[in-house]
């Protein structure tokens, strides 16, 4: 556990100094985006629902994920856009609201398909250095063996950190910062500090299985790791919107983050000894943990793609 967390602490700065260079297939590839790309294909239209989370917070659900919306006073601020399918219905659910910034905790579809739309209507789009480079891109997605186009040049952020910052929306004070090779390589939070609110995008799944897209960075260590950074934010009373599913208490969060960093030590273990997924299906890995996966042989699958692209964070000998 700390072995992993300074192994990745240490090598933060090589990672973030690599990644400034278009490097092998590294830009081009994605792994899943379970739920997006169907959602954005089909053009279907699901109704959404928005909930006010506090005075100035709400969020919108079913775009297919979760929008969050922040109202400044002077227009509002989201956290992620949508789908490219719902991003008119997005946008119609703000009521008129002009959308002056948006952030992207990362760059899969159903993250940004509101993107350019936003964008074309005069919204600053801010995400992580390596988000911009996704979008920037054609990609490949290994899991269907097919590509998928860069999106209109409009999607791409303009604004971008590698770090962490604060920025001012009306009276809203925001942080922002990077939660390394959690669910892609350029996952970001947003926390709206005197609301007491954090966006923490797919890194945090209390409904669908957790997501690795290992093809663009994600693994178990790293997201272990990323949620004990969650957990370092706010107090007790901090809520925590995932991209799917219901606003999360810190306990929900505590508990998710129990579960992450167990399985990453039974699978990392029995990786070492060299169990492929299946065997770690056929031990019963996921049995007992108090979740049900829905797709279990599809995580392990992700689990282990990811642990062998992380073979060197491990410090050992593995073959
Ligand atoms: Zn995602």
């Given at each position: 556990m700390n072995h992993r967390r300074n192994f990745l602490k240490s090598g933060l700065g090589g990672i973030a100094g690599l990644s400034a260079v278009p490097l092998l297939g590294g830009l081009a590839g994605c792994q899943s985006v379970p739920g997006a790309a169907s959602s954005a294909s089909s053009g279907r239209a699901a109704p959404l629902q928005t909930q006010k989370v506090t005075d100035r917070i709400s969020v919108i659900s079913?775009?297919?994920g979760n929008v969050v919306v922040l109202n400044?006073?002077?227009?509002?601020?989201?956290?992620?856009?949508g789908s490219a399918a719902q991003a008119s219905a997005v946008q119609k659910s703000l009521a008129g609201a002009r959308v002056r910034t948006l952030y992207n905790t990362h760059y899969h579809a159903d993250q940004t398909g509101g993107n350019p739309l936003f964008a074309k209507s005069g919204a600053e789009i801010h995400a992580h250095t390596i988000t911009k480079q996704w979008l920037a891109a054609d990609y490949y997605v290994p899991a269907d063996d097919r590509w998928v186009k860069a999106p209109p040049k409009e999607a791409v952020p303009t604004v971008t950190f590698r770090g962490r910052g604060e920025a001012k929306a009306g009276a809203e004070s925001i942080e922002y910062g990077y939660l390394l090779e959690a669910h892609t390589r350029g996952d970001a939070y947003v926390y709206f500090r005197d609301s007491n609110v954090l966006a923490a995008g797919d890194v945090v799944s209390p409904q669908r299985d957790p997501v690795l897209d290992w093809y663009a960075g994600g693994w178990l260590g790293g997201r272990a790791d990323a949620m004990d950074d969650l957990l370092g934010?706010?107090?007790?009373q901090t809520l925590i919107v995932p991209a799917y599913g219901p606003v999360m208490t810190r306990a929900q969060l505590q508990a998710e983050r129990d579960l992450i960093t167990?399985?990453?030590?039974?699978t990392s273990n029995l990786y070492h000894h060299g169990n492929s997924a299946q065997d770690m299906m056929d031990k019963g890995v996921l049995k007992d943990v108090g979740r049900v996966f829905q797709d279990p042989e599809r995580f392990l699958y992700d689990v282990v793609?990811?642990?062998?692209?992380?073979?060197?964070?491990?410090?050992g000998n593995v073959v």
């Open positions: 079913g775009a297919p400044t006073g002077d227009g509002v601020l989201l956290v992620d856009s934010i706010g107090n007790d167990k399985l990453y030590d039974t793609k990811g642990l062998q692209a992380h073979y060197t964070n491990f410090g």
